[in-house]
């Protein structure tokens, strides 16, 4: 991996071109008064800064993050997308939501979301989850329907293995897939190999393993070495890792959206990734997912 040969963008679906540093809105809280003049600024900056995909969901706020970044950037720039995820429903009992992969579910959601982001179509759908007790040919069919109809640009996957993927991709055409991932956290290595052979965009969660890249010496070492944090040395690893990978790291300061959007700059020498990849693999990669951070 040449440190000279990190693309910066990447076209989703083979047609969507993005720079490859997104954002994910997921801190974005919807709150009132000045914690929400905080988070429309965070949103606004991201965008000054180049950001040109936006990643939220319905289960952020059940909606009311889908409603913040359309108060904040409505008139979306030109080439700004938007990509939101469905799947989940709020419930009154037990965890409060459940899966909502159901085909009426599905529509309903993109549906309010269209409505909530002022959208006449959403051009990367993704599902937030595979509903187990729903077949997946319905789930996606559901998906594809939308698409056909114009309401959905392409559509995308979220926590899947890589025999999920190879299962859904025999039903309709799959975009995107978002797995937690990172420097650290290699547990979905075969999804984004699968992912790379395909041509499918890689969106990382948890891209940053948020407490733990700066406590890693030889992070740090890179760090000092390229004058850069740990944080940017984590997301410049991921740009070189994989052309298809498109890291979106969320916050809701300012100071951190412009430290990791800054990561974009940060070249490694094949001598720097090749050590943080070592590093990488010294790792247990296996922790239990985390719904509310994806």
Not at 190 to 212: M, S
Request: proline share 5%.
């Amino acid at each position: 991996m040449a440190h000279t040969t990190v693309p910066t963008t990447f076209r989703i679906g083979g047609d969507l071109e993005v720079r490859r540093l997104g954002f994910g809105a997921m801190h974005l809280r919807p709150e009132t008064g000045e914690a929400r003049a905080g988070c429309l600024a965070v949103a606004r900056r991201a965008v000054e800064l180049g950001v040109t995909l936006i990643d939220t969901a319905h289960l952020y706020g059940w909606g009311a993050n889908e409603d913040l970044l359309a108060e904040a950037l409505h008139p979306y720039a030109d080439g700004l997308v938007i990509a939101t995820k469905v799947g989940f429903l709020s419930t009154t009992s037990g965890e409060g939501w459940r899966h909502a992969g159901a085909p009426a579910d599905l529509r309903a959601q993109v549906d309010e979301a269209l409505r909530r982001l002022r959208l006449d179509r959403i051009e990367l759908l993704q599902l937030h989850r595979l509903d187990p007790g729903v077949p997946l040919p319905e789930q996606l069919g559901a998906l594809r329907d939308l698409r056909d109809e114009g309401k959905v640009g392409r559509i995308g996957l979220s926590e899947v293995t890589a025999a999920e993927l190879a299962e859904a991709r025999e039903i309709v055409d799959i975009a995107s897939v978002q797995n937690r991932y990172n420097l650290l956290d290699r547990e979905h290595e075969p999804v984004l190999k699968a992912c790379e052979a395909a041509g499918i965009a890689f969106l990382p969660w948890r891209p940053v393993a948020a407490g733990q890249s700066g406590a890693q010496a030889e992070i740090a070492a890179v760090a000092q070495e390229v004058d850069a944090t740990p944080t940017q040395v984590v997301l410049a690893w991921l740009l070189a890792h994989s052309p298809v990978i498109v890291p979106i790291p969320g916050t809701s300061s300012i100071a951190h959206l412009e430290e990791n959007i800054g990561a974009a700059a940060v070249r490694l020498t094949q001598d720097q990734y090749d050590r943080l990849t070592r590093k990488s693999a010294q790792f247990d990669k296996r922790t239990e997912p985390d719904l509310k951070g994806s």
